[in-house]
Structures are given as structure tokens and as C-alpha cells.
């Protein structure tokens, strides 16, 4: 019996090669009618490899479903969200977006309806605004959707950056889109201008929207803040960090849109009284600098995420500080805590263990008085080698169930850590 190097299980039993062999000869009979049943299982597998191999180039590529344990698979999402993927936007930041989606595709027709009434330039930067952002939530609708993905052979980890993935997508759309777009017709409006018309109609269609993206603009807060309560940080530094990718972009997009709306209408409204229709043009032009700001926070916090950062020095410090205080840590070098995203992390470090302390922890699982005959009745060379194979094995089966111990105890300290690589030196 030894110890598990899995986690749902505490112990394996291994055989000896040769008690394996052993037993083969008494099941078959004899050595030499066991090496003829393992020539014919051989050829045997050479057959099918060389029909599947002639079915291959027939058929084409033959797909064999692989049989998974019907259990529930792990999810990495912050740990207010649902466990079960059919329910993940009925809840936490799935239904943040989805209310984003189905708000932004509303205000994008109202917009539109109101361009083509009043021939505004700053009301299509708006629509165009709420069109890239429809798009862009549909974008992080489909990044959470993969992010819960379970892991497999694959992707080991899992897919949580999905969420990254997708929020990256976004940035890079509402800056070729949305800026993009805004800049090129507040351009037009200068070069050929033209006085909208019916502005008040606008003016209130665009005081409508507002209220509209107002309420998502509280959801995404009231979302980001009960997720940093639980990670234990401020509202700022989890929004700075982009630690909630997907509630991270509707909050910035409805901030964008909320600033957006009230520069259209300043400008339309300039325009209106001064029957200028250049404060109009100007108005298109801030509002695609206000999605290039946004765009370019989204797309630096997403790239930095994507990348690999670590956790903040005082949590890292913190988990190390708590390591070296164990008794059987020397100390720790070539420490890395690096944020997988999905709001766990990795912990990796080179520990030098206390030999001592290890042996120590060994002997006083035994009964030193047996151990003591023992010692005394070795009297030749191979005793005192079979003496020390066997109890140099269990030292070592000692120190893996101490790397256990050490890492189940951070682990129920940091929940955050969801995977240990403590090497020995």
C-alpha cells in the first residue's frame, strides 16, 4: 500500500514486477507458454493496427467517443456564480451581460431610428456605439460560456481564460469599430457639414438610453463589488486588475455609454441653438476618443491577464511567510504565484526540507523497540542493505505525505490556490 498521487483517493497498492511475473507463470503454466501468449497478443495488436491503418486511408479518420465518469466536473468561476453551466446566465456576471446585451441591441434601434430622423453625426457615433457593444457582450456571452468548460487532457488547467480571450476581443472591437467609425463620420460632419434636423426628438431619445444604460452601469457595479468582497480586495483594485473580465467590460462600456450620451447631446444641443452644425461633428470625435480610452484599458488588463501576472507581493509574501513557519520547511526559493485567471492561482516554489525533522516525523510513526531488534539481529552486508531500502522508502513516502499535508492545509487557507508545485531541493 502507498500513497495516492491522486487527490480523490488516499492510498494505491502497488505490486512488485517480479511477484507480477511470478503469478503470470502460475496462471499460464510455465515461462515459455507465457512468452507465447504475449507473442500472440503482439501479433494480434500488429493486425488491428494495420486494419485500422487501412480503414484510416478508406473511411476517413474514425472517432472513438471516450466514456467520462457521469460526475459533476469542476468549474473555476468566482465562487458566488452557480456550479451548473446550464444556469450560468441566470445569475452573477452571466446575467450581467445578458441584461447588457438585450439593452445595448434596444438603445442600438433607437439610435438608428433617431440618426436617419435627425442626420446627426454624434447620434450615429452613439448608434455605432451601441451596436460594437452589443456585439462585444454577445463576444463575453460566449467566452463565459467556454470558460466553464471542464478541464481535460488538453487544457489541464482548464478554460477559465476564455474570459480574457473574449474581453480582449472586445477592446480590440470597440476600438476598430466604435472609435474607429466615430472618428471617421465626426470627420465627414467637418469636411461636409450639414445642420441636423429635429434634434429635440434626439435630445430625447438619447435621455432614454441613458436611463437604460444607467441600469446596467449599476448591476456591472453592484456585481464587481460583491465579487471583490469575496476575494477579500477593493472595489478599484479588482476592477484595475480585471479580475471579473466580462462585468469589467460592461461596467467600462456603460461608463463609456453614460459619458457618450451626455457629450451627443451637449454637442447636438450646441448645435441646435448656435444652428452651427460643426460642435455636432466635434461631439462624433470625443466620443470615439472616450471608446479609445476604453478600448485601451480593457485591451492592456486583458493582455497583461492573458501574459501571466502574479498575485500582489503582500498575498505572495503572506502564503510564503506561512510556509516557512511549518516545521519541516528550511526555506523557500524561486517563489512564482501567478494569477491563472478565473480567481485561482498557481503556486509554485523549490522548498529545502528539514531532513531531520523528517526522519524525525518517520520514527515516531514506528515502534522504536522493534526497531531497535531489528538493528541488532543485522549481522551481513545484504541486511543492513535491505534494512535501509526499506526504511529509506517509507522516509521517502513520509516526506510525500508531508508536501500533502503542507499543501492541503494552503489550500484551506487560500482557497484562491487551486494548484501547489512545491519541488524539493
Known amino acids: 500500500v502507498r500513497r495516492s498521487p491522486f487527490p480523490n483517493s488516499k492510498t494505491v497498492i502497488v505490486y512488485r514486477r517480479s511477484d507480477i511475473e511470478k503469478k503470470a507463470e502460475e496462471i499460464w503454466g510455465s515461462k515459455e507458454k507465457l512468452e507465447k501468449e504475449k507473442q500472440k497478443r503482439e501479433n494480434r495488436q500488429k493486425i488491428d493496427a494495420i486494419r485500422d491503418k487501412i480503414l484510416h486511408k478508406t473511411f476517413g479518420r474514425l472517432r472513438h467517443r471516450e466514456i467520462k465518469p457521469k460526475e459533476e466536473p469542476f468549474i473555476f468561476v468566482p465562487g458566488n456564480e452557480p456550479q451548473n453551466p446550464k444556469k450560468i446566465f441566470q445569475h452573477g456576471t452571466g446575467q450581467v451581460v445578458m441584461w447588457a446585451v438585450s439593452i ?32 462585444n457582450q454577445l ?47 465626426g470627420i465627414q460632419g467637418l469636411l461636409h457639414p450639414g445642420q441636423p434636423e429635429s434634434l429635440h426628438w434626439g435630445l430625447l431619445l438619447l435621455g432614454g438610453t441613458m436611463l437604460t444604460e444607467g441600469a446596467t452601469f ?27 473580465p466580462s462585468s469589467n467590460v460592461v461596467l467600462l462600456e456603460d461608463f463609456a455609454a453614460i459619458l457618450g450620451v451626455g457629450i451627443a447631446g451637449s454637442c447636438m444641443a450646441i448645435s441646435h441653438f448656435t444652428l452651427n452644425p460643426i460642435p455636432d461633428a466635434i461631439g462624433s ?54 494569477d491563472m485567471g478565473g480567481s485561482f492561482v498557481r503556486f509554485k516554489a523549490e522548498v529545502d526540507f528539514d531532513g531531520k525533522e523528517i526522519t524525525r516525523s518517520y520514527l ?42 503542507i499543501e492541503r492545509n494552503m489550500k484551506k487557507k487560500h482557497p484562491e490556490v487551486r494548484h501547489v508545485d512545491l519541488e524539493v531541493l
Open 104 to 135: 445595448n441591441a434596444g438603445n442600438f434601434v433607437l439610435k438608428t431610428i433617431a440618426w436617419l430622423y435627425t442626420g446627426s453625426h454624434s447620434m450615429f457615433a452613439e448608434a455605432i456605439h451601441s451596436a460594437a457593444d452589443t456585439i
Open 139 to 185: 463576444i463575453l456571452a460566449y467566452g463565459i460560456k467556454e470558460s466553464i468548460k471542464e478541464p481535460d487532457k488538453i487544457h489541464p488547467y482548464g478554460y477559465t481564460n476564455f474570459r480574457y480571450v473574449s474581453s480582449l476581443i472586445s477592446g480590440v472591437g470597440i476600438f476598430c469599430i466604435g472609435a474607429g467609425l466615430s472618428w471617421y463620420h
Open 218 to 244: 449599476i448591476m456591472a457595479i453592484s456585481q464587481l463589488r460583491k465579487d471583490s468582497k469575496i476575494q477579500g480586495k477593493s472595489f478599484w483594485q479588482y476592477v484595475r486588475r480585471g479580475e471579473d
Open 285 to 338: 470625435l470625443m466620443i470615439g476618443c472616450v471608446l479609445a480610452s476604453v478600448a485601451a484599458f480593457i485591451i492592456h488588463t486583458n493582455t497583461t491577464a492573458l501574459v501571466g501576472r502574479s498575485i500582489p507581493v503582500d498575498k505572495q509574501i503572506s502564503i510564503s511567510d506561512e510556509l516557512e513557519r511549518d516545521r519541516m520547511i528550511r526555506a523557500l526559493h524561486d517563489v512564482k504565484a501567478t
Open 364 to 405: 515516531n510513526s514506528q515502534d522504536l523497540d522493534v526497531l531497535l531488534t531489528e538493528i541488532m539481529m543485522i549481522q551481513t552486508n545484504e541486511q543492513v542493505e535491505a534494512f535501509m531500502l526499506l526504511h529509506g522508502e517509507n522516509v521517502i513516502d513520509m516526506l510525500g505525505s508531508e508536501i500533502d499535508r
